[in-house]
């Protein structure tokens, strides 16, 4: 086969952190900063150059053709998305034209949710408040509840897990008043999640139970089939591993009986977590591989999820030291986080990289956490994010002997969670610290 | 007997049509197992080893091969995937190639298709195991420079000429032709061999923080300096500091650089001590520097300070006879690693690595033969240990047979999607190197499916 050189013409791409520094910090340009990302492709003269394995979304390409080029379908979808909420907001003045309050709450909702699907949290926000401020005014207390539990959820993915179990208690209060079975058992689901978030085990375990209970009296298959995954999650984290073991084993039927590959791809990803904790990295990995297949099965196909999964098979992997296939998993999980612009994943893939260079002592390996800051810092913006980067990047110096600067790092993890009220990252990062010192 | 799975990823492989296969496979003397989805056929292939996957792929084929090729991946036994697809396009088959599908069928399934299908994969059996000669390493230990070429005897040379003194060396080379290793040789075999070998890779480490890895920071010196960093320059103290790929920096920090190298100090960002610094540098580069400096990307003044010896390294394809000594090489010291019991390969796997262009060189090729050692089940390194890319090259081999031989189009749709892969899809300059207009490469690039 013939070697066929680079077109020496051919423009040289434009680093992706160049563009991104180019790039002004407004909101309206914020789609044109995921479609930046989504398009830049790594540069292929550094795919087989040293710096090769320590390539980070920074050091990525951008063509300005191809920005162009792809400009038309961006502005399509901006404009749907736009043309999405305006419907939505119609249909609500519609509702209230017929003086059909739940319809406006319902059509309100609906907008956020579209807001909440294309990322835009603080938008998303704007219209559930303004579908809670509605419902409030209704004498039917549903569309309140469905409201709260709304905001509740997007507390909790935003890592506001005490402002999400308010509003998930208030919710829970109004739906057991109205009767509302499937609106209590999703405030239990919720206030579960934000005490797990809080690592307030018992409270979690509370609050699973009484929703499972709830949806096994309505007879709500699907949230029983959650609730039971969650225990099983909250089982594995609190050690008991059997008790683990069966609450997925029975999620995992109703899951499989009722063809709900979404929900059976992240119980699978859940069980390979508990397998690979338990030493059985085989079934683990097994458990991992059927997760991507159910994954590849469901309707929509949910990136983050075959992120999260490639995540932990990756890193099965590191721990077998089966470190090349370690990294081609990882490198898999950030191509298709880049791809579906999914920042939060991509720092995740990011620590991980950094640590399997920490296992290998390459110093050149700071050069993940230091990408996984940054974008905490411009992308992401969340706390809990840049708290463990830095973690991750104080226990990397930390293995590489250079211990002031990770002290140094953990310090400023400790600070953050602090302010986030996280006491058992705080309890770990300080066992941490101690084991360091001494 | 030859094991054979078939999978239907999207519901629409009706019963008649397995039933039909199952009497194939049976004729042909194949064991045959249908699994009528996606998780089912993972659960089978976590279970049992298998030869063949054969995948129906549905209404989004490529993306679903791209998914079975990372799926098999981790399955027991390197299963060869097999596809059926209604009506592939040009561009599917090519694509299909380079995921190293070994066939790609087309719906309804012929009889003679799936049994030639078959018939390829048992030749594929009849590979001979070559015994691996004794590689002989210039530099014992984890950084052995391997090769007896007439090109590597020139860069032993002048790797003795150059060591005992402390001049600045830059070192040139395609990527992965081993410039850090020829570096540390330098080190080793130089007056500062007892200090520290400390390497930085200019290109790796984000634009704003390169100043501060080389030359240390005091705390708070800027957002996110939270703790004092001791730069590489210091770290490299009484030793040697290697800057690999030295053109990927900003010009004023190559004004820092010549400063560093003329004057043997630095400053710390943020810190206003000057502090002494007495190391060897060793620079090295895959560019063209004078074209960069033509380009007022570099600047020349520190081209003449690094370029004080000259060494350029040759490629693996021009390493005539080094092929099979770097094999071996690697095959022992990953097999080690892996506890592996690998110590042969065999005539058609060698056959493809002779074959393979090596764009990334050594590194590439130590890449594929960590991953083929990792995958391999017996003592020997077959073709079904390669990667899917090299696999894909076995049609190219001369002797080999062909699948058919190619219409006209077929062979311009080849040649089309490879300059395309070479000017990473820029339509203008692809249709450049091909001599035609934008508009009927856009137009060949839709008839082809590419």
Redesign the interface.
Known sequence: ???????P??PV?V?V??ALRLLPDLEALLPLRALLISTS?PD?????????P???L??RGV?P??LRRRLGAAVQRMSAHVEALFRAYIEALDADQRRDGAGVVAALLEAGRLEERVGRSTQAQVWYDSALAVAEALPNRRPEVESLRALGELDLGLGRSVEGARHFQRALALAEAEFDQVGAVGACEGLGDAALAQAQWPGAQAWYTRGLRLAQESEQGPAIGRLLHRLGRLAAQQGDRSAAAEHLRVAAERFEAAGAAKE?AQLLNSRGTLEADGGQTAVA??SY??A???A??ADAHDISLEVSIRVNLARLQLGLD?L??AE?QMR?AEQLAIAANLVGSLIQVYLLMGELRGRQNDA?GF?FF??A??LCHTLERSPIFEARAYRAYGEYKNRLGDR??G???Q??AKEIMSTLGRTDEIERLSEFLTRVSA | MLRVIAVATDRTVVGSAIQTLRQWASDAGVNFVYAP???Q???E??ANRWDVVLAFPGDRPEEALA?WR??L??AQGNPALIAAVGRPSMGLVLRAERLGVLDLLTLPLQREDFLRAIERLRSAATEMPLPLPEPHAEVAGPYALVGQSPAMLEVYKVIARVAGSNATVLIQGE??TG??LVARAIHVHGPVASGPFV?V?C???????LESELFGHE?GAFT?A????IGRFEQAARGTLFL??IA?MSLSLQAKILRAVQEREIERVGGAEVIPVNVRVVAAT?RDLREAISQARFREDLYYRLAVVTLRLPRL?DRNGDLLLLVSHFVKEFAGRYNKGVASISDRALELLR???W???V??LR?VI??AV?VAETDVLRVEDLSEDLRA?ET?LPDRPQRALLTLAELEARHIS??LA?????I???A??LGIHRNTLTRKIKEYGL
């Open positions: 086969m013939k070697r066929v050189a680079r077109d013409a051919a791409p680093r952190e160049r492709r292929e003269r550094q795919v087989w150059s040293s710096s090769g320590y390539l980070t920074g050091k063509q053709d191809d059976m990995a097994a591989r059927e991507l297949a159910w590849r099965r089966r090349l296939e081609e898999r050149g050069v230091e990408q800051i940054e002031e600067e002290r140094a790092y310090d400023r | 989805d996606l998780p056929a993972v659960r292939l976590a998914w990372d799926a991946r981790g990527s992965g410039k850090e390497a890779n290109a790796a480490i984000p634009e704003n923080l705390r996110g939270i703790a004092r960093r690999d790929e990927d895959n394809v074959n393979h262009p764009i990334g060189n590194r590439e890449n960590e991953r990792l090259e190219s490879r300059v070479n000017t990473n899809g820029q203008g300059s692809a450049e190197i």
